[in-house]
């Protein structure tokens, strides 16, 4: 099948007249995410921190995502920021987006409660749902006083610092995000907090998200769940990943070893959650074909991908295809580069999920 590398961004005007933006990329089943804070449909689509989830997601599905109200390409001026227009937003992009077919609903961070929703309201219309991050409970409603006191320490420090020149106060929050981010990494972070709202809407939007309580939905969710969640996910406590799955009747369990609550594209947590995501869609990497990150391969680094997936070594590579230990190791470096590994285990299964051609 042949992929749309490409993003084709739109607008649609809700009810109460908010220019929503949305992104539609991809081809294959329909995955809609919902928002999360801190989205930019342009400025993310080549970065640093999430181009590799993109990447992913378009070579799978027709992916469909949006910047929600306050943020983003969509408007900053809006009057009301509340649980049920963001769901309503939700319902909006789906319509506009023409999904006639149920379709893969993802919620990640603050996407989950609105996912949630949608799902218990709209059972006929959701064939799977994937929380990530995600929780039932925003910080006001867990009981847990030392955590919220830090929470609005955080959100009266975004309202004096987030627009200023020095990064320092936006590290403070970008750093829970992303604490095994490299410094470009990180400063691409810290820009994407001026260039993605305001320090009042961003301000206002922690705390509107802080009485979110969906709890009294998840047993109203019939939809195949899966839910994964990072073990030392400062942003979002491993707590509320527990809770969402024992409080969703069936639902599967994956938990992994990373305290990112943003998955890095190097670490091993990044590869588990690729496999658990296609296993519970049921889709089979190989049998959709090649992934585009294997066309920008020499037919070298193809040779070596080949002879690396069996399980040789570099001394073994060098003496099979008649070149210098030396030379494998350049070409090893420069492939990994491309597919956007660091190890060979990660190389093995991402070529192997990724449909490669040996």
Known sequence: MEKRTGQSIRYLRTRDGVQIAWADAGRGPVLVKAANWLTHLEYEWESPVWRHWYRFFCEHFRFLRYDERGCGMTDWRVGELTFERWVEDLEAVVDAAEVREPFALLGMSQG????IAYAARHP??????????????GWGKRGDEQGLREYRAISELIRVGWGKENPSFRQVFTSRFVP???????DWFNELCRKTTSPENAAELMEARAEIDVTGLLPRVRTPTLVIHSRDDVVVPIAQGRLLASGIAGAQYVELDSRNHILLAHEPAWLRFQEALLAFCGLDARARGEGAAFEALSSREREILTLLTNGLSNAEIAERLALSEKTVRNHVTHLFDKLGVWTRAQAMVF???????A
């Open 124 to 137: 006929e219309r959701v064939s799977r749902l994937v929380l990530y991050g995600g929780y039932a409970l």
């Open 112 to 115: 989950a409660p609105v996912c």
């Open 351 to 357: 070529a192997r999920d990724h449909g490669f051609r």
């Open 180 to 186: 095994g981010a490299t410094a470009e990494q990180m």
